[in-house]
């Protein structure tokens, strides 16, 4: 026999049980166990994928390998960034939430509403996708912005490299719509209505990603826009019986926070605000004899 290999002899008191026995018993109790492990992680992934509703893309398990989930919120009023166990990040503005879980071949993320920031870590063998509204966005290391309104629809603006932007839950080689950096897609809802491709300013990005500042810009984006975008920092509500003002156009930079001073630049455009404490809204009226 050679060296540093012993001989298995039956034990005594053991009614003539062996190690090999033993050794054999052990060895069936492991791999029930192993396989008991990958059951319970099985489980566990179906019952979040049940909770969103939505068909995973195709992965495979790696032995010893457990899924990681995610599930991260901004603050009302605020933004929040998150690190990922890929060393990606993600910056979300305020009230917006993202779920999604990491294994060894796939790093998913799904965004339903509200507006996010993506810092991908580069990982050509593990696409990063991320589910939102009527698509699915794969990139494999780059940045690009999501905002994602449920009653208009999906914006993606590349600010770094490259993605592809594929129909949701339907993603092969050949139906996918390249963006590059520079180029924004805005998706509407309504599937019978075309997505429209568009170039961006560094300008435009500025603007666009202000509120990683704390702040918001506008030029010349009409009154109803730039209310509806105050209401995503604010409990507020902007209410107004009158049409006109609503399209009344406006530029200028705003803390998100301070409304007050763009209550008080309103009147600039011959707008009243009047604050109403107990219903938390402000009515906006035209201002009599302004010009």
Known sequence: MSKGVSKLTPKPGRRGRSSVAIFSR?????FALTILSTLLVAVALLLWQARVHAPWPPFTFIKGQVPLTINACAPLGDHKEVSLPDRSTVQLNSGTCVSGVFTPKLRLLRLETGEGIFQVARDPNRPFIVETGRVSIADVGTRFDVYRRDAVGTRVAVLEGAIQIYPRGSMSRHNGTPLVAGQQIDIPNDTGTASLVRHITPHDVERMTAWLDGLIQFE????????????????????????????????????????????????????????????????????????
């Open 26 to 30: 052990r060895r069936r109790s492991r």
């Open 220 to 291: 010349g984006q009409p009154l109803g826009t730039i209310l509806a975008e105050f209401a995503r920092y604010q409990r507020i509500t902007f209410i107004t019986a009158d049409p006109f003002i609503l399209s009344v156009p406006m530029g200028g930079t705003f803390r998100t926070t301070d409304v007050d001073s763009f209550v008080g630049a309103l009147k600039l455009q011959c707008i009243r605000g009047k604050y109403n404490e107990t219903h938390q809204n402000i009515t906006l009226t035209r201002i009599t004899g302004c010009r």
